[in-house]
């Protein structure tokens, strides 16, 4: 069973730029999650998907950032007109269902470099 | 809000030898689960071990366990027997059991050296 993709593993863009994320989550799983990990620092919560449905995205930044998990396919983060504090790695981790017994395993993550 | 602190940077330890790394959290809810993932140079996040805050007994996965004190909100992780491997970025997380949403509340990691 293939574990949680993420691609490109590495993606580099110049300021203003859009730059688009992937997630494929587990198979079966349904509820898939964003994290953006900056420098020296955890990972921080962005935004919750289910399928065709943001569950809560108290954690992404109001302006450029869109994040979509459509019937079918996989969960794409999207930042439009990026700039350099945007640099950081982005981690997307899905799960079986919402239970509360339920784990999250994440890909190996996005790093996302602006010039 | 929940909030996560690792009040460890770096950390060292000698191969085979055993280490403990610290973990502070705060929260106002009973019901929650807590975790420490590792992640090592490949930034792989991997999942070590998991505990229920309604579990007294605390949690063991082979050479990892950890000490949850409840009361303290105090949530370390002992590894016993470093192994080189053991050498990474260990993340402790939080989340909050009721709702629906789960989302994970970490620190700000302490990095591992294992020393041969």
């Given amino acids: 069973n293939a574990g949680v993709m993420q691609n490109p593993r590495h993606l580099v863009r110049r300021r203003g730029q859009e730059a688009r994320l992937r997630c494929s989550p587990m198979k079966g799983h349904s509820h898939v999650y964003w994290y953006r990990q900056l420098p020296e620092e955890g990972l921080k919560f962005m935004v919750y998907l289910q399928k065709e449905n943001i569950i809560d995205e108290s954690g992404m930044p109001k302006e450029r950032f869109s994040a979509e998990f459509p019937k079918e396919g996989p969960s794409i983060l999207r930042i439009q007109q990026v700039v350099r504090g945007d640099s950081a790695a982005y981690f997307c981790a899905s799960s079986l269902t919402s239970g509360n017994t339920d784990t999250q395993y994440f890909g190996p993550g996005t790093r996302l470099t602006v010039l | ?116």
């Fill in chain 2, 1 to 116: 809000a929940q909030t996560v602190t690792q009040s460890q940077p770096e950390m060292s330890v000698q191969e085979a030898e055993t280490v403990t790394l610290s973990c502070t959290y705060d929260t106002s809810e009973s019901d929650y689960y807590l975790f420490w993932y590792k992640q090592p140079p490949s930034r792989q996040m991997i999942l070590v071990i998991r505990q229920e805050a309604y579990k007294q007994q605390n949690a063991t996965e082979n050479r990892f366990s950890v000490n949850f004190q409840k009361a303290a909100k105090s949530f370390s992780l002992k590894i016993s027997d470093s192994q080189l491997g053991d050498a990474a970025m260990y993340f402790c997380a939080y989340r909050f059991s009721g709702g629906s949403n789960y989302k994970l509340t970490f620190g700000k990691g302490t990095l591992l050296t294992v020393n041969p």
